[in-house]
Every structure is written in structure tokens, then in C-alpha cells.
């Protein structure tokens, strides 16, 4: 047999070479062959667990395949991102992060990679099914992009057992005034078996980072206003920094911040804290965080800013958008019904996650009402569903992350004015410290060649 | 006219005739071996054109447009660059980032010097098992430590914190992440755990260059270990500590998954007042947070300018303080 003229090492890398490309060709081609007629990427390993049952149900009854990615958040916002700009190939039903719609609609409504989705919700009225506040963050320029899949509803989770034996009566805590001042008289109280050097009212991030937003939203407060405008400079705004500043530093602070994971669940076990945020979905981090504590913990809704005033507020949330390549939206759109809005199904899902889901119908059924023994026998269910109804509305640009952001810069520089100075000039400085970086995000948005088409389009 | 290598005449030895090669083939092998050496070579040719040469190119180009993703942009000439050099984030990151730098030559440095020079020493049974120590944490790579750090510097509960308290009974309380001027301190000491031990291994090469016999000579002159350390293992040790200063420099302005990853849960990931903020975390920002790849390629021209001055000059400083010894 005659040689290769190079040599072996060099058929070798041909030969390689030769395989690589074959493969290449043929993989996608085999991969092909066997695709199934839905795609549905989710962030959320709790949901894809939650969904499978429905799925395989809707499969049969539909006679069609349905296949559920799970995928890393970040990954999948990127890749989406990505993969849609550039045409490439995208799952057909995708669930995105609260706050991250924006990154989707950076375009003239008829260029989002998005189907518009307001013409189904409005022909299948669910507006009038369904929480309809919860569609703010999913819309733009008035058009709906995505399906509303919870409500997470705020309440104050608490140390019940603490609170008794330190005379606290969480009923006349109705008012943040009033749960300031009670918090205040911690600092002397002590009981004989304290393990921590003293206890703190609630816990509050340091930073303030997704607690601010919460607040702000509570106190009629917004990011973005309905046409993406930036509104986080308000009055509501300045004063709500310059009282996070006053709760978290100082003599007279409030709180305390018990950070996560770990330092979080000894903070609750040993009552550093008494107090903690407590959208829905954070009642089964407690429970799988901290299981020694079962029994000892409650819930009660938030203080209002002023009396008889909203007493909840909304954290995290996500949502379901069908992409504009979807061959089959009509089954799209079925498949999304099944997931999110079947009464019976979301219900029968609530013990698995303890999530509201926003369709209302759901409420009334059994598992809504079930005690948990972890907080202290109360239906949490209920004590969510009741709270639905106040959960303020909330709009998401593209600039969300980077306002979110400079709320969290300005909040730095107050607090750090704050221990300083104390009151004198606070409210100036915040007002000022708020416009300089809401500007920084209007010239961000301003220069944004992109966007400015769609917002002359929003402000039409 | 020269002639080409496949044409030169080659005269039969008695050895290759009993090779049974012809003249032809030898030929062919003189002339196949300009080309196999060429195709051993196209995988690394081609592997730095894709992913070196032609991002290169196409950043020269993105710079001057504004992108949404990959595939949607316009043209906006020097727009990006006015914009990032009228940022006042871009400023802070400048800053942040010249600070790390500076602690990593200022700090660094000398400590990985100095451990060098104690685990160089002749006695010492344990001096390889700590070599092995001081250096084991650079095999764990950035991100781990960042993630690591974020829990040792917990208030109250974090292992720093507790040891800085029992040390010298203040700290238990200090929020290293949460405060803008113990954010960057944290980040360097974060590093120090990390890369000391890689510095020390170079100079710990270096070290064993210097001439003994100079040291020696020192010694009965009677000059003290500080004149003998300054006049004789600083000039040996000199290219490799040029070397160690440059690398270490153009690494700490690229500075990105360590800040970013301990600061995750801290001040929207950059830390509070963007303490934490770098340039490569500014670039990231942009480019790939934002979307907007021309901005990115931007800050990367920027960077890149950056880095070419800084080596420039110490470079040229490290010569100028080698030819005065």
C-alpha cells in the first residue's frame, strides 16, 4: 500500500478532520428527525418539577410533544437575547425573570421577537380572570409579551415565640411608625436565654438592594413610569431613602442585615432578627432553611406607610412568552393555559411551592386554606390570596437592572451623608442624589439609538 | 535567483539509494515538508485568526457602532468613546482598578518577595510542604475565591470577622462588602490569599540565580544582609522581578471575576458607590449586561491603551533602575 505523501501524523489529523465534519453534518440532522413540537425553556428547577405532570397530561390529551429545558437564568436571558437578535434557533415558549421583559422590547413593537400576546388575553378575558396588575411588568407600549405566572405577595415573617416573650403585639404594628418605635426599645431588652448580644427589629439589607424597590413600590412609588419614563427620583423616593438610612444606621437603627444563605438561617434560628421580608416564594426557603424553628415563626402583613394604607408590596415574579419563531402558537398558547391559569391545576401546585398563582378562581380551592405547621397553624395560603388585591403595579424598561443599580448607588451616598450629618440637609441631599442618578439614567436611554424609536412610539 | 528548496539537485548517497528512495520523491519530501510544517501549523494558525485576529478586527470596527446584540447596529462614529470618557462610572472603575493595581506591585509583590526569600533558605525540613501551601490556592481559580471570601467576610458569623475579633477585638461587626472604603481592601485581600503564592514561585526561581559566591563575599566584607540583599540579590533578581511587575499589572488592570463574584449580593453586583467596580466590569456592563457590543469594544480600545502606556513605562523604569546598579 502506497504511503501518504505527508506522512502518518498528517493522514492522522486529515483523517480526524474528515470525522469532525461528518459528525458536524450529521448530529443536527439526526437531532432533527426526532424534535419534538414544543419547546419550553424555564429558569426555575421548582417550576419544571411543578410543571412535568401537566405536561405529560397535555401531551395526551393533545397528542403532541412537549419537552421542558431547564436552563441557568442568566444563560437563558443571554442565549435568548442572543439567539433572537440574531434569528438563530430559540425554544418556542420561554419563562422569563421578572424585570428582564425589557431586554426584549428594545425595538419597535413590530420587530420584538416577542409574540404579542394582547389580542389572546384579551379574546379569552383574562384581565378579568387573572390579577390584572400583574400584567404591568409584562407589557410595553401597551401590548402584552408575557403571561403573568405569579403575584408574590409581601408579608413580615416573624419570631412569634420571641415577639411574646418580649411583649411585642404584632396587631398594633399597623403603621411603619409604630413598628420603628417598638423596634427602638429593643436595644435594652434582653431575655435570660439569649444566645446574641441583643435583638434587632428586622432585617434589612444593608444596602438596601431589592428591599428599596419593594418599599418604593409600597409606597406608590416606581422605577419606570407606564411609557418607560424614569420616576425613581420622586418625592416618595427621597423620603423613603432618607428613612432607610435612619432604620439602618446610627444609634437609634431598626435594623439589622442577616444577609443569606447560611448567616441568614443562624440569624433566624438565634433571633438575631425578629422580623424578615416574606414574599410567598421566600416561605419555603424559611422552611427548608431553617426546620428547627418550625412552629415559632408567623406571618402578618407589612405596615402600611400611613395608617389604613397598603399593607403589602410585591418581590420577584416571572412570566411566560411565546417567541414570534414558534411554528405552532395556537398549541402555545393552550399549553401556557394548562400551566398557568387552570384553577384546579395551579391549586393542586400551591403546596408544592407555596406561590400564588394570579388566576383568582384558584383561591377557593382546599389547599388554600390547609394550616402549616411550620407557621404556626396559620393557612398561608389565605394570608396571601387576602394581601392579592393590594399588590401594587409595576413597569419594566430595559434600563431596569442599571435603575435598580443607581437606586442602590444613591441609597450609599445618603447613608453615608446620613452618618455624618444626621437630619440636617438629608432631604436635600437625597432629592439631589436621586436626580443626579436618575439623569445618569436618562442619558444612558437617551443615547440608546434603539430605543429612541420606541420611545417616540410610547410617547405617541 | 536562488533557487527553491524543491529544486535543488540532490546527489544520491550510497545510504539513501539503499533506502530505495528516487530522486522524485525525495523531491516531493523536500517540497512537502515547506507544506506539512505549514499544515502542523494551520490549527494554530487558524485558532488565532478566529479567535484573535479577526475579534480584533471586528472590535476596531464594533467601536464605532452602537449594538443591540450581535446583529443590530448604527453607526455612530466617536459617539462611545466621548460617551464612556464623560462617564463618571467609567472614572470610578479607573480608579478602583489603579488602586488594586497598585496594591497588587505595592503589596504583592513584596510579600510574595519576602516568602520567597524565607522558603529559600537551606534549613528548614517543612520549607517544599509550605511552598505547597503558599501556592494551592492559586490552582482554585478566582471565582472560587470570590464566592469564598463572600462568606468569610459575613458579619458577626463570618470566619474573618471572628478571627479579627479574637486577634485584636474589634471587627466582629465589620461590613467589608456593604462599606464603600473596606469593599476595595476586601478585593485585595481576597487577591493576596490567591496570587502571593504565584509570585513567589518566580521569585523563588529567581533566587536561586543569585551568585552565592557574591553573597558570600558580602558577608566577610562585612556588610549587613539589608546592603547585601540591596546590592547584590536585588540586581539578579532584577529581569524576573520586571517580569513578575508587568505581568502582575497588565492581570490587575484586567482585574473582573473576583470583584464581581464576591460583591454578587452587594450594592448590585459592583458593590456600594461602585466601589467594587472595575474596568472589565464596566466593559462587561456594557457590552454584554447592556447589549451594546460597540460600547464594550470601547472601553476595550481604552483598556488596551491603558495597558500599553503602564507597561511602557515600567518597563523603561526597570531598565533605568537596572543600569544604575
Known amino acids: 500500500m502506497k504511503e501518504f505523501p505527508l506522512g502518518n501524523a498528517a493522514l492522522a489529523m486529515l483523517v480526524v478532520m474528515v470525522l469532525s465534519i461528518g459528525a458536524t453534518l450529521l448530529v443536527p440532522a439526526a437531532a432533527t428527525a426526532g424534535k419534538p413540537d414544543l419547546v419550553m425553556a424555564i429558569f426555575s428547577p421548582e417550576h419544571v418539577a411543578a410543571y412535568r405532570p401537566v405536561v405529560e397530561r397535555f401531551e395526551k390529551e393533545n397528542g403532541c410533544r412537549v419537552q421542558l429545558q431547564?436552563?441557568?437564568?442568566?444563560?437563558?436571558?443571554?442565549?435568548?437575547?442572543?439567539?433572537?437578535q440574531v434569528g438563530a434557533d430559540v425554544p418556542d415558549i420561554v419563562e422569563l425573570l421578572g424585570g428582564t421583559l425589557g431586554i426584549f422590547t428594545q425595538a419597535r413593537v413590530e420587530d420584538v421577537k416577542l409574540l404579542d400576546l394582547t389580542d389572546r388575553v384579551e379574546s379569552d378575558r383574562l384581565k378579568e380572570r387573572v390579577v390584572e396588575s400583574r400584567f404591568g411588568r409584562w407589557t410595553s407600549r401597551g401590548r402584552i409579551f408575557a403571561l403573568p405566572h405569579d403575584v408574590h405577595p409581601v408579608m413580615l415573617a416573624y419570631r412569634r415565640d420571641l415577639c411574646e416573650r418580649l411583649g411585642i403585639d404584632v396587631a398594633k404594628l399597623t403603621t411603619w411608625d409604630k413598628f420603628v418605635a417598638v423596634g427602638r426599645t429593643l436595644k435594652d431588652h434582653h431575655l435570660p436565654d439569649d444566645v446574641v448580644g441583643r435583638h434587632y427589629m428586622i432585617d434589612l439589607p444593608y444596602d438596601g438592594s431589592e428591599l428599596l424597590k419593594l418599599l418604593l413600590l409600597q409606597r406608590g412609588g416606581l422605577l419606570f413610569d407606564s411609557n418607560g419614563r424614569v420616576t425613581f427620583d420622586s418625592e416618595a423616593a427621597v423620603d423613603l431613602l432618607c428613612w432607610y438610612a435612619r432604620q439602618t444606621r446610627g444609634d437609634n437603627l431598626v435594623g439589622y442585615s442577616a444577609g443569606g444563605g447560611q448567616s441568614f438561617s443562624k440569624s433566624l434560628?438565634?433571633?438575631?432578627?425578629l422580623f424578615y421580608v416574606c414574599p410567598d416564594w421566600r416561605t419555603r426557603q424559611f422552611e427548608s432553611d431553617a426546620p428547627s424553628v418550625a412552629g415559632k415563626i408567623a406571618l402578618m402583613p407589612m405596615p402600611a406607610w400611613e395608617?389604613?394604607?397598603?399593607?403589602?408590596?410585591?418581590?420577584?415574579?416571572?412570566?411566560?412568552?411565546?417567541?414570534?419563531?414558534?411554528?405552532?402558537?395556537?398549541?402555545?398558547?393552550?399549553?401556557?393555559?394548562?400551566?398557568?391559569?387552570?384553577?384546579?391545576?395551579v391549586a393542586a401546585r400551591f403546596p408544592e411551592t407555596n406561590i400564588l398563582p394570579p388566576v383568582k378562581a384558584a383561591w377557593a380551592y382546599p389547599p388554600f386554606d390547609r394550616s402549616s405547621g411550620y407557621f404556626s397553624g396559620q393557612a398561608i395560603g389565605r394570608s396571601f390570596a387576602d394581601l392579592a388585591a393590594d399588590v401594587p403595579r409595576d413597569y419594566d424598561s430595559a434600563f431596569t437592572s442599571q435603575a435598580s443599580n443607581k437606586l442602590v448607588e444613591a441609597f450609599a451616598n445618603i447613608a453615608i451623608y446620613y452618618s455624618a450629618n444626621g437630619e440636617v440637609g438629608l432631604h436635600d441631599f437625597a432629592a439631589g442624589e436621586l436626580h443626579r442618578c436618575a439623569d445618569q439614567v436618562r442619558r444612558l436611554m437617551g443615547r440608546n439609538a434603539f430605543l429612541t424609536t420606541a420611545s417616540a412610539e410610547a410617547a405617541r | 535567483m536562488s533557487q527553491a528548496p524543491s529544486e535543488i539537485a540532490i546527489v544520491p548517497t550510497p545510504q539513501l539509494a539503499a533506502t530505495g528512495v528516487g530522486p522524485h520523491r525525495r523531491r516531493l519530501q523536500m517540497g512537502g515538508e515547506g507544506v506539512a510544517g505549514y499544515l502542523f501549523l494551520s490549527p494554530y494558525l487558524l485558532v488565532t485568526a478566529m479567535f484573535?485576529?479577526?475579534?480584533?478586527?471586528?472590535?476596531?470596527?464594533l467601536a464605532f457602532y452602537q449594538t443591540n446584540g450581535p446583529s443590530s447596529r448604527v453607526f455612530v462614529g466617536w459617539s462611545n468613546f466621548k460617551f464612556v470618557l464623560g462617564d463618571?462610572?467609567?472614572?470610578?472603575?479607573?480608579?478602583?482598578?489603579?488602586?488594586?493595581?497598585?496594591?497588587?506591585?505595592?503589596?504583592?509583590l513584596?510579600?510574595?518577595?519576602?516568602?520567597?526569600?524565607?522558603?529559600?533558605?537551606?534549613?528548614?525540613?517543612?520549607?517544599?510542604?509550605?511552598?505547597?501551601?503558599?501556592?494551592?490556592p492559586n490552582l482554585v481559580g478566582q471565582v472560587f475565591v470570590g464566592v469564598l471570601f463572600s462568606i468569610l467576610f459575613t458579619p458577626t458569623y463570618g470566619l474573618f470577622n471572628r478571627l479579627l475579633q479574637a486577634l485584636t477585638g474589634w471587627g466582629l461587626d465589620q461590613r467589608w462588602l456593604d462599606n464603600p472604603s473596606l469593599v476595595m481592601p476586601a478585593v485585595i485581600i481576597a487577591s493576596l490569599w490567591l496570587y502571593v503564592g504565584f509570585n513567589m514561585v518566580y521569585f523563588l526561581a529567581a533566587l536561586q540565580n543569585v551568585d552565592q559566591s557574591l553573597v558570600e563575599a558580602?558577608?566577610?566584607?562585612?556588610?549587613?544582609?539589608?546592603?547585601?540583599?540591596?546590592?547584590?540579590?536585588?540586581?539578579?533578581?532584577?529581569?524576573?522581578?520586571?517580569?513578575v511587575v508587568v505581568t502582575s499589572t497588565i492581570g490587575s488592570l484586567q482585574l473582573f471575576e473576583l470583584p464581581y463574584t464576591l460583591l454578587q449580593e452587594h450594592g448590585g453586583g459592583y458593590g456600594p458607590k461602585n466601589s467594587g467596580l472595575t474596568i472589565v466590569g464596566y466593559l462587561y456592563q456594557y457590552a454584554f449586561r447592556n447589549g451594546d457590543l460597540g460600547t464594550g469594544a470601547a472601553v476595550g480600545w481604552l483598556l488596551t491603551l491603558l495597558i500599553l502606556i503602564v507597561s511602557v513605562v515600567q518597563i523603561r523604569a526597570s531598565n533605568l533602575f537596572g543600569s544604575t546598579k
Open chain 1, 70 to 84: 431547564l436552563v441557568d437564568q442568566k444563560a437563558l436571558q443571554d442565549r435568548l437575547q442572543s439567539s433572537l
Open chain 1, 269 to 273: 434560628i438565634d433571633g438575631l432578627c
Open chain 1, 307 to 345: 395608617e389604613g394604607g397598603r399593607r403589602t408590596s410585591t418581590w420577584g415574579g416571572s412570566g411566560l412568552a411565546i417567541t414570534r419563531r414558534c411554528k405552532k402558537p395556537d398549541l402555545a398558547w393552550k399549553l401556557a393555559m394548562a400551566l398557568y391559569y387552570d384553577p384546579a391545576s
Open chain 2, 52 to 61: 484573535f485576529l479577526v475579534p480584533l478586527a471586528w472590535a476596531s470596527v
Open chain 2, 88 to 108: 463618571t462610572d467609567f472614572y470610578v472603575a479607573v480608579r478602583n482598578t489603579a488602586v488594586f493595581a497598585a496594591a497588587s506591585v505595592l503589596i504583592q
Open chain 2, 110 to 136: 513584596p510579600l510574595s518577595l519576602g516568602l520567597a526569600m524565607l522558603l529559600s533558605s537551606k534549613d528548614g525540613r517543612a520549607k517544599n510542604l509550605f511552598r505547597l501551601i503558599i501556592f494551592l
Open chain 2, 218 to 243: 558580602c558577608r566577610m566584607d562585612g556588610a549587613s544582609p539589608l546592603r547585601t540583599f540591596w546590592t547584590v540579590t536585588v540586581p539578579a533578581i532584577i529581569p524576573v522581578a520586571t517580569f
